[in-house]
């Protein structure tokens, strides 16, 4: 799975429900890829005091009373997610180690998931992450308040883990001829994404059937000559509602597409398709990023 | 960006709120003062400070800071106002917003490294000194029930919040204007309420053209108070993005603070208000209630126009004796009081920036006047500073007759003086060398004191020779950027 010459796999943890998952699928794709594994526990602030005084007062030196009352409070914070954190790294390193990973860093950082994935992206490779953190657990629809923001913080393919780990054996991809579908396309042709040993399944679903063809008929011509297990349909129907009953039927285990190609306004107003399949498909996914 | 956006509005919604009904109730007060120091009707500052609020809150860089109606603004107003009246102060304000959106657009916020600590401190000193004057009107020619009131408003604010649970719960400057206000009422006192400061609002603000001729006329009054707000606004509102960014340990967007600032100007402008700025004790006043996202300061402007239109009544009947005790209030918890202890132990020339400062804005009443002369102070101290590290070794060798200088260290126009003093021009030498190779040549009055150098050796008869020219006049040329290049800061710290 290189996409860079010297990258890794980057797996995002947190003491989520699905942070075990991460790991086992991190664990995986570092398997399949042979690149090295990274384990990523960031330290965020809330930020939010829990002492607020509401007297309104303005009292003298009222700055440095204030600003040592936070930072006391902040470093307390900070101290106990460090070391919640050092736990969670230690026992996703002792898992890869199991796995017979040797080339495992775990690593610490303050500030955001996306800040982080920024100011790291030299070195990755891909990201896996969860599609929920702590904050959501127990909150089964849904995803992340994190997830977009962090999403569009890179341009490496992202794994975003919804379930448990269960060795995974079919792949959809969803082929709509856009260049982020194309380039997913030419990803696997070349088989930059690693030897995953998939069955995988091409499907485009369009307004008019002969429109859905045309782009299957594109894939195949573009995918002829290679090893790969190849399975294609084309629908016709209302693409989210017709892939996520393809995924349904045919036990799919990951999805991969093309993620917010569009920009955040265009998403704001007219939703985001990528937004819409992470909540209605229960697959994991594989997302592609211009 | 919008959903970044959308973390600072929903972030803290419990928080923000309750924080943003606090400062709106510590607004009232100070907007109608402030009104009062600018020599406007109390619904000026009003309108004015929820105009300011409300737009930056969405416009602004710096989430959870407050701005409104300020006395920093305020002060810098009186004379258009006695002059010309409201509608030239109206015009101002909106050209202020104007200034400040260019000033946006031209990276200005980048000068406020030049802002030295010493200033910032004269800054807020002077300030607390001017809003404690601007009260002293009020508390001349009075009759002895001002001065218990007022009192009586002080030990409030300050004891109250000792009272065991409700001294926690309610703000003490709302129970001291409380308090002093059923006092007055239930014993008659006749003493002096805002009602007769002038008109309180009474209706939501409407949208209005600032009723002035547009001509160059017009234009040569209010500019050089658009000038003076537009500067003095920016300072105080980046200062008090720096107070946030630091206490909340977040960053902001200081260019688009810039820019917000002039669009909550123009806007206040247009709707009957005075020019404002962030406002740095009601700024901390809300972190300190847990306020943190924009959605804080939204409130605290649209609580303070839901207070002021429904109380008006109310609100008109409140003494000045309590407003005044909320201003000196103001003006006790904006002075750095560890300044003056400092004063003792900092380096003399940073005492010296900071009472200069305070001197020339209590002098002019204008912050911006003070800050100016504290930068002007502090580059020079820096400037002198710098020239002492310069100095020039001197070798002779008698088998050849020559005289070798070596110069090391910074020359420019401190410290040419002390450069050209360095040679001993009554000795009868053949040859002379200055290598200077080791030195910088920072500007052209380092380059003629060579060159003075160079003739008046000359004369006297000796054959002069520059050894390492080139590389000691690289920095003279501005292109010579070093803030990258280690190795380049490398050769001036220690020499080429």
Redesign the interface.
């Known amino acids: 799975m290189t996409t860079h010459e010297q990258g890794c796999i980057l797996a995002c943890i947190d003491g989520s429900e699905l942070g075990n998952s991460v790991v086992e699928h991190a664990i995986w794709l570092a398997q399949t890829s042979q690149l090295p594994i990274k384990f990523l526990h960031t330290i965020e602030h809330s930020h939010h005091s829990e002492n607020a005084h509401h007297e309104g007062t303005i009292t003298p030196n009222m700055k440095e009373h204030l600003l040592d009352e936070l930072s006391d409070e902040e470093r307390l914070e900070s101290k106990k997610l460090i070391a919640d954190g050092k736990a969670i790294l230690a026992n996703a390193k002792q898992k890869a180690e199991q796995a017979g990973l040797s080339n495992i860093i775990a690593k610490q950082r303050h500030g955001s998931l996306s800040e982080t994935l920024v100011d790291l992206k030299d070195e990755i490779s891909l990201v896996v992450l969860g599609a929920k953190g702590e904050d959501h657990d127990g909150n089964k629809q849904g995803l992340g308040s994190q997830l977009e923001e962090a999403i569009r913080a890179i341009h490496s393919p992202i794994f975003i883990v919804k379930d448990a780990f269960g060795q995974p054996k079919k792949m959809m991809l969803a082929y709509n001829g856009s260049p982020t579908s194309q380039q997913a396309l030419n990803q696997i042709k070349q088989g930059q994404l690693g030897d995953l040993d998939l069955e995988l399944h091409i499907v485009s679903v369009h307004k008019e059937q002969a429109q859905a063809q045309t782009l299957i008929d594109e894939a195949n011509t573009f995918l002829a000559n290679t090893e790969l297990r190849l399975v294609t349909r084309a629908i016709e129907g209302e693409t989210v509602e017709e892939l996520t009953q393809y995924q349904h039927h045919n036990q799919i285990d990951i999805t991969t597409m093309g993620a917010f190609s569009h920009g955040k306004v265009h998403g704001f107003f007219f939703g985001s398709f990528t937004t819409e399949m992470l909540l209605e498909c229960s697959t994991h996914f594989l997302l592609i990023r211009e | 960006?919008?959903?970044?956006a959308k973390?600072d509005w929903i972030g803290?919604i419990r928080?923000d709120i309750?924080?943003g009904i606090?400062?709106a109730?510590?607004l009232v007060p100070e907007a109608i003062a402030f009104s009062i120091i600018a020599g406007v009707d109390p619904k000026v500052g009003l309108y004015a400070s929820f105009a300011i609020a409300v737009m930056i809150a969405v416009v602004g860089g710096r989430a959870g800071m407050i701005s409104a109606a300020t006395a920093a603004t305020a002060l810098l107003m009186v004379t258009l106002v006695k002059d010309h009246g409201l509608q030239y102060l109206l015009a101002a304000t909106v050209l202020a917003g104007a200034l400040q959106i260019v000033a946006g657009y031209l990276n200005l916020h980048k000068f406020m490294s030049f802002i030295s600590k010493s200033v910032m401190t004269g800054f807020l000193n002077a300030l607390a000194i001017l809003i404690f004057m601007a009260q002293l009107p009020e508390l001349t020619n009075v009759t002895w029930h001002m001065y218990a009131l007022t009192g009586l408003g002080l030990g409030i604010?300050?004891l109250f919040?000792y009272m065991p649970k409700i001294?926690?719960?309610?703000?003490?400057?709302?129970v001291n204007i409380i308090v002093v206000t059923l006092v007055v009422y239930f014993m008659d006192i006749d003493v002096r309420t805002i009602g007769d400061m002038g008109e309180l609002p009474d209706t939501l603000p409407i949208f209005l053209w600032p009723d002035v001729p547009l001509n160059w006329a017009t234009l040569s009054i209010i500019l050089p108070y658009s000038v003076s707000i537009a500067i003095v606004g920016l300072l105080e509102s980046l200062m008090t993005a720096n107070?946030i960014d630091?206490?909340?340990?977040?960053t902001s967007d200081k260019k688009r603070e810039c820019k917000g600032q002039g669009i909550a100007n123009i806007g206040s402008g247009l709707i009957g208000g005075m020019a404002g700025c962030a406002m740095?004790?009601q700024s901390?006043?809300n972190?300190?209630?847990?306020g943190?996202g924009r959605l804080s300061t939204m409130v605290a402007g649209l609580f303070l126009l839901v207070l002021v239109v429904f109380l008006s009544d109310i609100l008109s009947i409140v003494p000045m004796a309590a407003l005044v005790a909320v201003m000196i209030?103001?003006s006790?918890?904006?002075?750095?009081?560890?300044s003056i202890k400092s004063l003792k132990t900092n380096p003399s020339s940073a005492s010296a920036v900071m009472v200069a400062t305070v001197i020339v804005v209590v002098w002019t009443h204008n912050l911006a006047f003070g800050v100016f002369t504290g930068i002007l102070i502090g580059s020079l101290f820096m400037a002198q500073r710098l020239s002492q590290f310069m100095y020039i070794e001197s070798d002779y060798d008698e088998a050849t007759d020559i005289r070798t200088y070596n110069v090391i260290g910074q020359v420019f126009f401190n410290s040419s003086d002390k450069f050209i003093g360095f040679f001993d021009f009554k000795e009868a030498v053949d040859k002379i060398v200055i290598d200077v190779h080791r030195a910088h040549f920072w500007d052209i009055t380092a380059v003629s004191a060579l060159d003075k150098v160079v003739i008046k050796l000359r004369r006297e008869g000796a054959d002069v020779s520059i050894i390492g020219l080139n590389e000691a006049s690289e920095t003279l040329l501005d292109k010579f950027a070093v803030h990258d290049k280690p190795e380049e800061i490398e050769k001036i710290m220690g020499g080429h």
């Open positions: 960006m919008l959903l970044s973390q803290n928080g309750l924080a606090v400062v109730l510590a604010i300050y919040p001294g926690k719960i309610l703000p003490s400057p709302l107070v630091e206490l909340t340990d977040t740095i004790g901390i006043i972190v300190k209630s847990g943190r209030m103001v006790i918890g904006t002075f750095d009081w560890s």
